[in-house]
């Protein structure tokens, strides 16, 4: 089972930017599709940003313009860089990865982002 570990998270005004990595305990991203997801206090969780094996993305309509996702191979590490964040923005921030099975790994901690003046 692939483990990941987010990070990057933090405090940062209406505007500004962040960069969140998700870092992968094997070598996965030739295999499996990558995904960034955010959950805010009383809502579900939804998927942000997507990145396939092929090296397709996706982007929730609320994000597209602002949010980019990108990984490293060589670091297994998947990124989120975060443009012109609103408070809107403000969530837990989780990756996953989905195999081909169509199996997700097991959800990590996390990492928080507060836009707020």
């Known amino acids: 089972q692939v483990q990941l570990v987010e990070s990057g998270g933090g405090l940062v005004q209406p505007g500004g930017s962040l960069r969140l990595s998700c870092t992968a305990s094997?070598?996965?991203?030739?295999?499996?599709?990558m995904g960034w997801y955010r959950q805010a206090p009383g809502k579900q969780r939804e998927l942000v940003a997507a990145?396939?094996?092929?090296?397709?993305?996706n982007y929730a309509d609320s994000v597209k313009g602002r949010f980019i996702i990108s990984r490293d191979n060589a670091r297994n590490t998947v990124y989120l860089q975060m443009n012109s964040l609103k408070p809107e923005d403000t969530a837990v921030y989780y990756c996953?990865?989905?195999?081909?099975?169509?199996?997700?790994?097991?959800w990590g901690q996390g990492t928080q982002v507060t836009v707020s003046p």
């Open positions: 996953n990865a989905l195999s081909p099975a169509g199996e997700f790994a097991s």
């Open positions: 094997r070598s996965i991203f030739s295999i499996y599709a």
């Open positions: 990145l396939a094996s092929g090296g397709a993305t």
